[in-house]
Every structure is written in structure tokens, then in C-alpha cells.
């Protein structure tokens, strides 16, 4: 029995006196404190009042670790109706968080012989399944579920996920499409080029689709178009900076479409390619739903060369909408792909190693536009200095994200200030100077002090370069925050220093290369000691590192663009054409 908590009078609902139903009434409104006091009153006037145990369970399991004191009141509510459908399935979900699997599979099984067709039920049912990993049952329910309910999104798409975790990507975008309410699915005519466009959020990840580009360029069985649209970040506050990637791609020579003037409908495209998985920085009329309803396949080709760690991190990386959807998504390793196979709830059978772009941009590093920072230089060795963004004050001096800067900025400029012999590039991630902003953690004063130290030292610059390619073909070495320029650096062969933060995010799987085959310092002694060998020209840990690359870096033969493009051909031979949907 659950004793009453509200020592208040409830108020009389108009037209009769308190009472379960007026509770589930206010709960409905969302008013939980009057669905509480009204739920107990029932019960106060009446012990055997079912359904307020059950407003009071539900009550109790919209709450954060309320599952236990909701299964006590289900438990009730059923003792007093036992063949009540729906608090079967309520006890069932109260179950489940607890580890209690069994009993919530029983539940659902009995819920669901007393109603097979409610889509509550056959989604609770199919959700405990899928939680207990039995795909066979839950394949089952799903497929009744979209039976029954033919336009069900919601069971769509968990179908698809379903049936992608078991290797089917072709049946699984058939369900993905449908649950984003398109139900058509073609293969490109025979006879005419396969058309494809590739999304351009941010000039400084044009290197993720920069050789495909290229490579679909090249093919005459390819039409490619490019569509340029803003980067509507919330630490961007004007759109000078959401819509910097148009000035990029105008600059850079390379043919655009702006979104407003591309026409996203069915039929406009055989494949979309995009670079970034963050549906809240596209416009309206543009996220990946939309994308799914117009065009059949999306290939996701990462921005990043990911090496952060931590969980916030690793679901960005690898289990959002788009990863989990895409009908393929491109894997610079296989380790990599490994991180898919563990971290994305649709496994990684729609992922495919074929090295990444942003390699392919490298190999010709030494004759790439850096011409202008080496004069600059002097003769100097380059130092690149890669802060990160992400700085989240707790009291200890760098925050728990992945930036140290606020720790380090006085003591490198104070460092290389008495190091003639070398000279600072500053090129912070793009988002660093709007999120300090942002989050009031540089005053104007401060930042303006900031610039004005760096214009005053000879051998100190900062690059707002919208492309990277000239910072990393200048720089002798990096030092770097956890960041995806760690990856990408070290594939150049050049030493990295990776500033650790103690109470950062870390890294994730490929942190023993840093460990072991780069550089790290956690306090000045061991910056010293790496500027030291910088400037003598001494790397220790080169041989080892250039040995090990290959394992963290896929480079194939002729390029990841051509890999890519081969890989979808491959894909796209490998289906069959109509599609039936059923």
C-alpha cells in the first residue's frame, strides 16, 4: 500500500470530487504535484482505487531512478486487476532498467496476447526483446508491428536497425526510408550517370570529401554537385560565420549550388555525401530525415579522425541518427570500424574501410601552399599549436574537456618568446574564439591582451586560414589538445606533442599511439624537453612511429576518394533493382 504524501487539501476538479481520474487529468497537463495529491487522495478514500496506483506508478517512472518504486505500485495496480494489459506493460518497463528481464519478457508476452495489434504494447515488446538481445523474437514483433501499422515510423525504423545489426543493409534501408516516410526505392536507371551530391558545411572539412570530389569528377558513370550550406552552430553568433563555408568554396575554385537554389526531392540524386552527423547545424528542410525522403542512400564520410575518448565523445562519433542510418559509412581503419562494432546500436556492417580523404590530401604535403608561413618563418622550425575548443571549467587548471589552453597560453608564448629559434603558428579549432565567447570565459580585455602579445613577438602568428593543408605543410611539429588533428598529423610522419588534460575526456582506442609512439606532457618540464628536441632535430620515437602507422591509417592504393567511389559501385551492383517494399 502506498501511503498518502500530501497533507494539503486537493483541489476539487469542477464537476465532482477528487478522484483517479481527475489525477491522470492533471498529469496529462503535466501538472505531476496536483496528479500526486489527487492519486492519493483516491487511494486514502479508497485502499482498492486501481487506478490511481497506477497514475502513481507512471508518476513514479517519469522520475530518475523511480523504476523500483513504480513496480511496487504496478504491483499493486495488478494485484487488484491482474489481467490489466496495460499495467502488464507499464510493470514490464519498470522492469527492465532494473535488470529484471525475465519477468518483463513474461509481462510483454501477456500484454501482448491481450492486445497484438495496440503499437504500445508491440513496441514495449520488441524493445525488452531487442534489450535481451533477442533479435530472432524481436524481429518478429516488428515485423507484425509494421503489418499491422504499414506507415509505423518509429517500428520502421527499429526494424532497420535490427535488421542492419545482422548484416542486411539493403532491407534495412528500406524499413530506414519508410520510417523517414518515403517508401520508394530505385536503383539509378541503366544508361545514365549516377548523380550524387555532396553536403559542404565547413570550409576546414573540405579535406573530408576534397578526392572524392575529385574522384566522382573523373568517372563519367558519376555526376557530382555540390551543395554548400551554413553551419548554423549555436556558438556562432552571426552568419558571417554560419555561412563563411560559401567565401571558402567560391575562393578555393570549386562549383557550388547554395542550398536555397537545390531542389531536395525525390529524384534529385542516387547518393548524398556529408561530413558532419549534427542535424541541429543544417537549415530546416535539410536534416537527415529530409534527406532520407529525397534521396535513397546517404553516405556518411566522417569530418574528424576521431581520437577523444570519453562517452559524451564516442556517442557523438559513432551512434548518432546519420551513423546509425547511412546506408554506408566510410572507416579510416579497421580499427576504426571497430569502434562502430562496439559503440553504434546498428553494428557495423554498413561501414567500410576504404582509408578517409582527409590522407589523401597529405601525400603531397611538402608541395602544398605553405610557402607563404615558411617565409614568414624565416628559416625558423614551425610549431604548430592546435588549441581545442572545448573548455569546461571545474576549479582544476584546465577544465574537464578536451582543451588545455587556459593552462598553457601564458607559459608557451612566454616559452617560445626566448626561443628565437622557433616559431609559434597558433591555429586554434574553429569554433575556439566563439565558444570562449559564448561561454564568458575570455573578457573582451582578455582577448584582446592575448592578441596583443602574440602581435608583439617576432616568432609567434596566428592562422585563420580556412584550410589547414598550409599550417600542417609549414609546421616541423604539433602540439596538440585531444583533437582529430592528432590522427591526421601523425600521419605526416612529424612529431606530436598531445598536451594531456588529467581531468579531460581522454582518448579512445587509438590513445596507445599516442602513448607509445608520440609525445606527452602533462607540465612544462616535459614542453621544454620537447621544443629541445624540436629544435636540435632530434625525434626518438620516429622509426617506431612511421612502423606503426599503418595500422592506425589505411592509405590504398590511388587514394580513400577512389576507394569510396569503388566501394559504393561495389555496393550498388550488389542490389537488386526494383526494390520491392512490403
Not at 573582451?444 to 605543410?473: K, T
Request: charged share 20%; net charge neutral; with cysteine.
Amino acid at each position: 500500500m502506498v501511503a498518502a504524501s500530501a497533507t494539503a487539501t486537493p483541489p476539487v476538479p469542477a464537476g465532482g470530487m477528487p478522484g483517479a481520474n481527475a489525477a491522470r487529468a492533471e498529469m496529462t497537463r503535466g501538472n505531476h504535484p496536483a496528479a500526486l495529491q489527487l492519486a492519493c487522495a483516491a487511494i486514502q478514500r479508497d485502499p482498492q482505487c486501481h487506478d490511481a496506483y497506477v497514475v502513481l506508478g507512471e508518476l513514479a517512472l517519469a522520475k530518475p531512478q523511480g523504476e523500483s518504486v513504480a513496480e511496487n505500485l504496478f504491483r499493486q495496480a495488478l494485484a487488484l486487476r491482474p489481467n490489466d494489459a496495460n499495467v502488464q506493460r507499464l510493470l514490464a518497463t519498470a522492469l527492465v532498467p532494473q535488470g529484471k528481464v525475465d519477468e518483463a519478457v513474461a509481462l510483454a508476452a501477456r500484454a501482448l496476447q491481450a492486445q497484438p495489434r495496440d503499437p504500445a504494447t508491440l513496441l514495449l515488446a520488441a524493445r525488452i526483446q531487442l534489450a535481451s538481445n533477442r533479435l530472432v523474437e524481436a524481429e518478429k514483433i516488428l515485423r507484425a508491428a509494421v503489418h499491422f501499422h504499414p506507415a509505423w515510423r518509429e517500428a520502421n525504423g527499429l526494424l532497420g536497425d535490427l535488421l542492419k545489426r545482422r548484416g542486411d543493409v539493403s532491407g534495412a534501408l528500406i524499413r530506414h526510408r519508410r520510417a523517414a516516410g518515403s517508401n520508394e526505392m530505385t536503383l539509378p536507371p541503366v544508361g545514365r550517370p549516377r548523380r550524387a551530391i555532396l553536403l559542404v558545411q565547413l570550409g576546414a572539412a573540405w579535406a573530408s570529401l576534397a578526392s572524392l570530389h575529385r574522384a566522382l569528377a573523373n568517372d563519367p558513370e558519376w555526376n557530382v554537385t555540390v551543395v554548400g550550406l551554413p553551419f548554423l552552430h549555436s556558438h556562432y553568433s552571426d552568419d558571417s560565420e554560419r555561412h563563411a563555408v560559401f567565401g571558402f568554396l567560391t575562393e578555393a575554385g570549386i562549383p557550388f549550388v547554395r542550398w536555397e537554389d537545390f531542389r531536395l526531392e525525390p529524384g534529385c540524386a542516387d547518393v548524398a555525401f556529408l561530413h558532419l552527423p549534427y542535424d541541429e547545424t543544417l537549415p530546416r528542410g535539410w536534416h537527415h530525415d529530409d534527406l532520407f525522403r529525397a534521396v535513397p542512400r546517404l553516405v556518411y564520410i566522417p569530418y574528424a579522425l576521431v581520437v577523444v575518448g570519453g562517452t559524451e565523445n564516442t556517442a557523438y562519433q559513432f551512434n548518432l541518427p546519420l551513423q546509425q542510418r547511412a546506408w554506408m559509412v566510410v572507416a579510416h581503419s579497421p580499427r576504426n570500424r571497430a569502434m562502430f562494432t562496439r559503440h553504434c546500436t546498428t553494428g557495423d556492417a554498413h561501414v567500410a574501410i576504404t582509408g578517409h580523404p582527409k590522407l589523401d590530401v597529405l601525400q603531397n604535403l611538402d608541395t602544398a601552399p605553405g610557402e607563404a608561413l615558411r617565409r614568414e618563418a624565416a628559416g625558423r622550425k614551425v610549431v604548430c599549436w592546435n588549441p581545442h575548443f572545448d573548455v569546461r571549467p571545474d576549479g582544476s587548471r584546465f577544465g574537464s574537456g578536451c582543451s588545455t589552453f587556459l593552462g598553457w597560453q601564458s607559459f608557451l608564448l612566454d616559452e617560445i618568446a626566448r626561443r628565437p629559434d622557433l616559431f609559434l603558428l597558433i591555429r586554434p579549432h574553429p569554433l575556439f574564439f566563439s565558444t570562449l565567447a559564448k561561454k564568458n570565459l575570455w573578457s573582451p580585455a582578455e582577448a584582446e591582451e592575448f592578441q596583443r602579445r602574440i602581435a608583439a613577438l617576432p616568432n609567434v602568428r596566428l592562422d585563420s586560414n580556412a584550410e589547414y593543408l598550409p599550417a600542417f605543410s609549414a609546421s616541423a611539429a604539433m602540439i596538440s589538445d585531444a583533437s582529430s588533428l592528432i590522427l591526421e598529423f601523425a600521419a605526416t610522419g612529424r612529431p606530436l606533442l598531445y598536451l594531456r588534460n588529467p581531468h579531460g575526456p581522454g582518448l579512445n582506442d587509438h590513445g596507445d599511439l599516442v602513448r607509445d609512439h608520440l609525445y606527452t606532457a602533462e607540465n612544462e618540464s616535459e614542453i621544454r624537453t620537447f621544443l629541445d628536441q624540436i629544435a636540435t632535430g632530434s625525434d626518438p620515437r620516429r622509426e617506431g612511429r612511421l612502423a606503426a602507422l599503418s595500422e592506425y591509417l589505411v592509405q590504398p592504393e590511388g587514394g580513400a576518394g577512389v576507394a569510396i567511389v569503388r566501394a559504393i559501385d561495389e555496393r550498388l551492383a550488389a542490389e537488386v533493382s526494383p526494390v520491392p517494399v512490403s
